[in-house]
């Protein structure tokens, strides 16, 4: 008899997280070995466990899923990633598969395409929920340019944290509010900030938006107007 893939949930809301177990209980391939609602939580449990898919909520309230994508994935060469996640914009897929996920699922179709998506990563392949518009996959399919700006060389000098508080700033999040978010205090968000600068060449903080919305890594259109 196959013995069951061990899965782990990494979900900040409980009555999702009950949800999402449930469904993946009533499969017999599959068993859910431990749960988490935050990613730091989530990180101490993949390494004690090293489930053979972990299920990441892609917004969690410490650390981002794709940040706890990339962690897992460099300590844990055998687990695979299934994002779940409530966006279906193009950014946020290409950023999911580059951090090294291995399947991404819409959280209004989890309840159709979650066992497919869990089926099929933990094959070892990739999955992509066939609820993504048409014209979403196609750009997926031809961004060379988005992943190669993504992998810019000063980008990749950048911390994880660095990287984390880079996005934040960009989306206008103010220092008191990413230091709360974060755990840490305002002037080490500030000390951030400043090495981040440093390491990107930028002098303010529009620069910083418009380095980040040709990365791909915020919504350029909430920007159209500046």
Do not use: C
Not at 31 to 57: F, M, N, Q
Not at 186 to 204: C, Q, W, Y
């Amino acid at each position: 008899m196959t013995s069951k893939k061990s899965i782990l949930i990494i979900e900040d809301h409980p009555l999702y997280r009950e949800g999402l177990k449930s469904i993946i209980l009533k499969d017999p391939r599959f068993d859910v070995v431990g749960e988490a609602g935050t990613g730091r939580l989530g990180i101490s449990k993949a390494k004690k466990l090293e489930p053979h898919v972990v299920l990441v909520d892609i917004s969690l309230p410490d650390v981002s899923g794709i940040n706890v994508t990339r962690t897992i994935r460099s300590l844990l060469n055998d687990t695979r990633i299934l994002i779940i996640s409530m966006h279906s914009k193009i950014d946020y897929i290409v950023e999911a598969f580059q951090a090294g996920a291995s399947g991404y699922v819409v959280k209004e179709s989890a309840a159709e395409r979650l066992l497919q998506g869990l089926s099929a990563v933990a094959a070892g392949e990739y999955f992509l929920d066939s609820s993504i518009s048409q014209e979403v996959i196609e750009k997926l399919m031809k961004s060379p340019v988005k992943e190669a700006k993504i992998n810019d060389t000063e980008y990749g000098m950048l911390t994880a944290r660095e990287q984390e508080i880079m996005r934040l700033l960009a989306e206008g999040m103010p220092a008191k509010e990413i230091a709360g978010k974060l755990f840490i205090s305002p002037k080490t968000v500030e000390n951030h900030r400043a090495n981040i600068m440093k390491k990107l060449g930028l002098h303010s903080t529009m620069e910083l938006i418009r380095y980040a919305a040709k990365l791909g890594l915020i919504d350029v259109d909430q920007w159209k107007e500046t």
